[in-house]
């Protein structure tokens, strides 16, 4: 089986920051972090090719968010900087199923994810 863990989830006001950590039993070329709140469809935050270090954002978190990891740690981090009450949500990490192609990591799409964690929870107060 493969196990996804997450940590470092917790409740700060905006304009704070958080630093998620996961740490996966399978560790392919594409991870990701993604995030689903009440009632809303799970989006895509950010994915990382760790083969090449080359990361990848959605619109809303580019330029606060940063994805990073360690192959030999089996572990992909999220650092959130200046976290605004959108951000609120269950953060999910996740491993791609098969080792992908760079342009498919790029592309963050959920169904190439097929192994998830259970989540740690983001709760930002104005």
């Known amino acids: 089986t493969v196990d996804l863990v997450e940590s470092g989830g917790g409740s700060v006001q905006a304009g704070g920051s958080l630093r998620l950590s996961c740490i996966s039993t399978y560790f392919p070329n594409c991870m990701g972090w993604f995030r689903q709140a009440p009632g809303k469809e799970r989006e895509s935050v950010a994915t990382i090719y760790t083969e090449s270090g080359d990361t990848f954002y959605s619109d809303s978190v580019r330029g606060r968010f940063t994805i990073s990891s360690d192959t030999d740690k089996k572990t992909v981090w999220l650092d959130l900087r200046d976290l605004k009450s959108d951000d609120t949500s269950q953060y999910i990490c996740?491993?791609?199923?098969?080792?992908?192609?760079?342009?498919?990591?790029?592309?963050?799409?959920?169904?190439?994810?097929?192994?998830w964690g259970h989540g740690t929870q983001v709760t930002v107060s104005s």
């Open positions: 996740a491993a791609a199923s098969d080792n992908l192609f760079v342009r498919e990591c790029q592309r963050r799409d959920p169904a190439d994810f097929g192994y």
